[in-house]
């Protein structure tokens, strides 16, 4: 899922709300009076908080190695 299709609302949240949110939605999908109807769509915001939390990760790490590459020309002149 591609960054475009995560709504606007998700993208503001830190991945801690993003991972509390989804650990409340499992909550309510695993209670067996759920709607159907509610129940899809609670699983479709899920799939979207846990592809928001992936790019962020993915974001991170690309930071990550950026810095080790930088880190690694700077000692190499030194």
Do not use: C, W
């Not at 995560?6 to 909550?27: F, N, R, V």
């Not at 979207?48 to 939390?53: H, M």
């Amino acid at each position: 899922m591609k960054s475009k299709s995560i709504p606007a609302d998700i993208k503001l949240k830190s991945i801690k709300e993003a991972q509390h949110e989804i650990k409340e939605i499992i909550t309510n999908l695993e209670n067996v009076d759920a709607n159907l109807e509610e129940s899809i769509d609670k699983y479709n915001r899920m799939m979207q908080l846990n592809n928001y939390i992936q790019e962020e990760f993915k974001k991170q790490l690309k930071q990550i190695k950026g810095l080790n590459l930088k880190n690694n020309k700077n000692s190499t002149k030194n």
